[in-house]
C-alpha cells in the first residue's frame, strides 16, 4: 500500500486488496477500523461518503453489523491511485 494515499482512499485500497467486490464478499467496517486502528463511526463516515459518490455499497448482515464492499467504480477509483 502506498504511503502518500489519503486515508479515505487507503480504506477503499483495503476494500479492493481484501477483495471485497460483491456482497458476498464485503468486510464488517469493524474489521476495517481494527485495521487502521480507528473507531467504527469514521469508517462508516468514510465509506458512507464513498457509497455517495458510487463508489462503495453497504448493507445490515444477519448479525446487524454493516459491510461495505465496492462497486465497479470504487475498483476504477482504486485502480486510478496507481496510475
Known sequence: MREDVPL???????????????????????ELAQ?????VEDVENILNNYEAQGYTKS?????????????????IKVCSIFT
Not at 35 to 39: A, G, P, S
Not at 59 to 75: M, V
Open 8 to 30: 479515505p482512499e487507503k480504506l477503499l485500497q483495503t476494500l479492493h486488496n481484501l477483495c471485497a467486490t460483491a456482497p458476498e464478499l464485503a468486510r464488517r467496517s469493524e
Open 35 to 39: 485495521v487502521f486502528q480507528l473507531n
Open 59 to 75: 448493507f445490515i448482515d444477519d448479525e446487524g453489523k454493516k459491510r461495505y464492499y465496492l462497486t465497479g467504480t470504487g475498483i
